[in-house]
């Protein structure tokens, strides 16, 4: 079957689905575009739409935004598309048997992780918490969480400066330009889905605001890649007094005798004391405020601290 030939039904949501929607509309034949229903959004709660549907109205595709899939209605209006194959990117609901089982080539995944590493919701901040290498896998997607097999895998390097941000934009777009290669050789017989190694299996759990809080009984060198994994968000944080205090970049130093959670001053710099080192604070926002290096913020502050200096 020819690329133009492929009736694709896509399901996406967020910034990481679209260089896939961009890849997918200009390689194949996109019938059809799945996504979340509207939903408020800032400060004012105004109704907004979500990238992928914003890309696919650009495009002139016929959109469907069904509250839930498990709706007989939503299952009705995806069959009259007549889908060779549904691909999925970040979507946000789990698709049960009746979903995947309905394109004659299945469901196809784009997942930002190479697993079976960092199954789940949130395999980015995970490996850049945890790893020196991520990529992205294209999968046939089976009823389990992210436990499909296996049709093509790319790996990329974390470096020390890299963030969350910076990351998914990475793999977003390795990840259009795996399927694109990826699909036509599956569809054709000459790429077949191998299956997971199941003991090298973890996972990555969808993460909550409250999980950026610095725990200052860690290294500060582990401070620092949570720091970088947690941005944009959940972002990362500690007190200042009563204030809550995001930190956006920070690096670790080595301190012999720091203190868990008590406040130093390296060079012009504001810097928490951890378990193991220092965590110098190079980027920082004070709640209500705009975000402020962390020497501006030192400089307008007067009880960061009173007994020593690093």
């Not at 595709?61 to 009259?80: C, D, F, R, Y």
Request: charged share 20%; aromatic share 8%; with cysteine.
């Amino acid at each position: 079957m020819r690329g133009m030939d492929l009736r694709v039904v896509f399901m996406g949501s967020p910034d990481f689905a679209l260089p896939t929607l961009a890849a997918l509309n200009q390689a194949f034949n996109v019938v059809g575009v799945v996504t979340q229903p509207d939903r408020p959004a800032g400060r004012g709660r105004k109704i907004q739409s979500l990238p992928v549907k914003t890309l696919a109205q650009a495009y002139g595709l016929p959109i469907l935004q069904p509250p839930s899939l498990k709706n007989p209605q939503a299952v009705e209006q995806i069959q009259t598309l007549l889908p060779d194959v549904i691909v999925v990117a970040a979507f946000g609901q789990i698709l049960k048997e009746y979903i995947l089982q309905l394109p004659k080539y299945g469901c196809i995944n784009v997942h930002a992780s190479l697993l079976p590493r960092w199954r789940g919701a949130a395999p980015v901040q995970a490996a850049i918490l945890h790893d020196e290498i991520s990529g992205v896998t294209i999968m046939k997607m089976d009823q389990g969480l992210d436990t499909g097999p296996i049709l093509s895998q790319r790996s990329t390097p974390i470096t020390d400066e890299m963030t969350a941000g910076m990351l998914f934009d990475r793999l977003a777009q390795m990840g259009a330009e795996l399927l694109v290669e990826a699909l036509p050789g599956y569809v054709q017989g000459e790429i077949h889905p191998r299956p997971q190694e199941e003991a090298q299996a973890t996972y990555a759990p969808q993460l909550r605001k409250e999980d950026g809080r610095l725990d200052f009984n860690q290294p500060a060198a582990f401070l620092a890649r949570q720091v970088r994994a947690y941005n944009p968000w959940p972002s990362s944080y500690g007190y200042f007094d009563r204030d809550l205090l995001k930190i956006f970049q920070a690096h670790a130093i080595q301190f012999a005798h720091a203190i868990p959670g008590k406040r130093y001053v390296v060079g012009t710099k504001p810097a928490w004391g951890t378990q193991n080192g220092l965590l110098v604070l190079d980027e920082v926002q004070v709640a209500g405020k705009t975000r402020m290096a962390g020497d501006v913020f030192l400089h307008g502050t007067r009880d960061w601290i009173d007994e020593e200096e690093a």
